[in-house]
């Protein structure tokens, strides 16, 4: 069984484990999207202490870990191009899977369970950014209903925006 759960601190190294090891995967894809110091521990560790962080746990093991911030994102003000919708949002920072659990489609999994999270806080939107090389994201956001929205900048880089609105909470927003 497969769930999100809010991350805790005792297992922030842990976590950032799997952040290193998507950074390596990120390196065998041709790009770098996260630099050494970017995302660092103590970027895990605040993610947690804000009841950002979340892990995605497959059979009671830790899989993933993401940052699911519903707080919204300063960068994503300067949009060129255009966001669908308004109104409250998700933002979607740092997925990245233990590559033990490589290719069993969790990067799926993982939006899916944000949605659910989503409609339990009454959340029509999610938003989400990658960088221009990570083809492999842009696919899986593609795949899952995300569109493309123009770009952004983040962490000092330009970025491609993507949002989501959720059925039905959306249909006020749109």
């Known amino acids: ?8 601190m005792e297992y922030a190294e842990r976590y950032y ?3 290193q090891m998507g950074r390596e995967f990120q390196r065998e894809q041709g790009f770098t999207q996260w630099t050494e110091n970017y995302p660092a521990l103590d970027t895990v560790r ?3 202490r804000a009841g950002k ?4 746990m497959v059979d009671g093991r830790i899989a993933g870990y ?10 994503y003000r300067d949009i060129e191009g255009a966001w669908r919708g308004e109104g409250p949002y998700a933002v979607v920072h740092r997925m990245a899977f ?17 949605e659910e999270l989503c409609e339990r806080k009454k959340v029509a939107m999610i938003r ?6 990570n083809k492999r994201m842009q696919h899986i ?23 989501k609105l959720l059925p039905p909470l959306c249909r006020g927003h749109a």
């Open 46 to 48: 605040e993610d947690i």
């Open 17 to 19: 484990e799997i952040i």
């Open 128 to 133: 989400v950014d990658t960088d221009f090389p």
């Open 66 to 75: 993401m940052c699911v911030d519903f707080d919204g994102e300063p960068a």
């Open 141 to 163: 956001l593609r795949k899952n209903g995300y569109v493309n929205c123009g770009t952004i900048v983040f962490q000092g880089g330009a970025k491609l925006a993507y949002d």
């Open 98 to 114: 233990d590559s033990a659990f490589r290719g069993m489609g969790l990067a799926d999994e993982a939006f899916r369970l944000v």
């Open 1 to 8: 069984m497969n769930t999100l759960e809010p991350a805790v």
């Open 53 to 56: 962080g979340c892990a995605l």
